[in-house]
């Protein structure tokens, strides 16, 4: 009889986690779908829908194929990435208020656009060479932090691993202003950047990005299981034959990676892996099974409507999407510090 009760329980689990994620995917469609219509030229569903079945007018085919879909999409994967990668850093630092710029590698990323736009130096030419200097020095920041926490036996403390990330992020910022110091007129392109935004998107920046983020992402939620025993405590998942330190060490740097590349092309977009996380959390619960794919529809989903708002609050300009998730983003981390100050009864 216990058997089969556990088997209906777990049955009743996997149809409700199957009902959530069918729901927030479909939640993403539509979101995609409206969002595409909405702009300085207003474009019905029916329209949208015609254009993607081949109709529609030259002009409608050119704003909705190259210029708001791919805009939309990137932001979708960009939501995700960061989604996902704040998921994972709260499980491995067993916090919820640690971010995917926790290890200061949103800095190290900035350092590198910074030596891109204004010095010229690059790994890869043309409209490459900002997001791959991004990229590189997200993974050098990353190496760097892991380093300089590392013990002599090979074990890497999570305290040490999060004072290091906030060192080495605050002598990157360091850098960055004094770039910023020298920029001369590459001044404004510089803080646009790190203001984080999706404008002049094209079809190859998601050609770029998506296999690093699904890459990282399957890396994530295959370690899920192992994530939610170390959510338990080091000491319990060390008795039950985990390599502890091997495990969270890959976890950074799937997290670094999703990161990385949703970086490389937005600029620096803050709070979407503190706030959708967490938010997701309270519907799903901890398990990570189930938390990994719904962070990323949400981030995802989060991020359209975040975008979409970006465009519309001063149209025909437009803000930085990162001003707007700041905004909306930091009175909840408050909330979080003040939720956590009255658990933890400070």
Same mark, same amino acid.
């Given at each position: 009889m216990a058997t089969v009760d556990v088997a209906s329980l777990q049955k009743k689990k996997y149809s409700r986690w199957g009902a959530i994620i069918g729901g927030l995917a479909i939640a993403l469609f539509l979101s995609i779908v409206v969002c595409i219509g909405i702009g300085s030229v207003s474009i019905s569903v029916e329209r949208i829908i015609e254009v993607f079945l081949g109709g529609g007018t030259r002009g409608e085919r050119q704003i909705i194929m190259n210029i708001r879909l791919p805009r939309i999409l990137l932001g979708a994967l960009v939501g995700a990435a960061l989604a996902? +990668? $704040?998921a994972a850093m709260q499980g491995v630092f067993r916090n919820p208020m640690a971010s995917p710029y926790v290890l200061g590698i949103s800095s190290g990323a900035s350092f590198g656009a910074a030596?891109? @736009?204004?010095?010229g130096i690059s790994w890869l030419p043309g409209k490459f060479s900002i997001a791959s200097m991004a990229f590189i020095f997200c993974f050098l920041t990353l190496f760097l932090v892991y380093s300089i926490a590392r013990t002599k036996g090979g074990y890497?403390?999570?305290e040490t691993l999060l004072l290091a990330g906030i060192a080495v992020g605050a002598f990157f910022n360091a850098l960055v202003s004094l770039m910023q110091y020298f920029a001369g007129e590459n001044l404004a392109g510089i803080i646009f950047w790190m203001m984080g935004g999706l404008s002049s998107t094209k079809w190859d920046d998601l050609l770029v990005i998506l296999p690093m983020i699904i890459l990282g992402t399957s890396v994530i939620w295959a370690l899920s299981r192992d994530l939610n025993t170390m959510m338990v405590g /080091? /000491?319990?998942a060390l008795h039950l034959g985990l390599n502890v330190n091997n495990i969270r060490v890959i976890i950074l740097l799937a997290a670094s990676l999703v990161t990385a590349a949703a970086v490389s092309v937005s600029g620096i977009i803050g709070f979407v892996g503190l706030v959708v996380p967490h938010v997701i959390r309270l519907l799903v619960g901890p398990d990570h099974r189930i938390l990994i794919p719904a962070s990323m529809l949400g981030g +995802?989903?989060? @991020?359209?409507w975040m975008d979409t708002l970006a465009r519309m609050v001063i149209a025909p300009a437009e803000l930085p999407v990162g001003i707007i998730t700041a905004l909306l983003g930091a009175p909840f981390f408050i909330y979080l510090i003040i939720s956590r100050r009255r658990k @933890? $009864?400070?």
């Open positions: 996902v +990668a $704040g030596l891109a @736009m204004i010095i890497v403390p999570v /080091e /000491e319990h +995802a989903i989060f @991020m359209v @933890m $009864g400070w």
